[in-house]
């Protein structure tokens, strides 16, 4: 299926790919305490509306 070559650079791509995300996630940390301040009203909001939506889906589907 895939040679050992295309299993290396898979792998070796997963780690480089890894390591980059957490470097970008920590410089860019502080800037999102900053700009997305109380963003967790808005998840709550919408988990809310979609435990809702399955509420009334099961009401009406009795």
């Known amino acids: 299926m895939f040679s ?5 650079f898979a792998g070796l791509f ?3 790919f890894i390591i980059a995300a957490i ?3 920590r410089r860019d ?3 999102h305490k900053q700009v997305y301040k109380g963003s967790y ?3 709550i ?4 509306f ?5 509420i009334i ?3 009406l589907k009795h």
């Open 4 to 8: 050992q070559g295309q299993w290396i």
């Open 14 to 16: 997963l780690v480089a």
């Open 23 to 25: 470097f970008v996630y």
């Open 29 to 31: 940390s502080g800037l």
């Open 41 to 43: 009203r808005v998840l």
């Open 45 to 48: 909001a919408f988990l809310l």
């Open 50 to 54: 979609v435990a809702a939506l399955f």
């Open 57 to 59: 889906k099961i009401y």
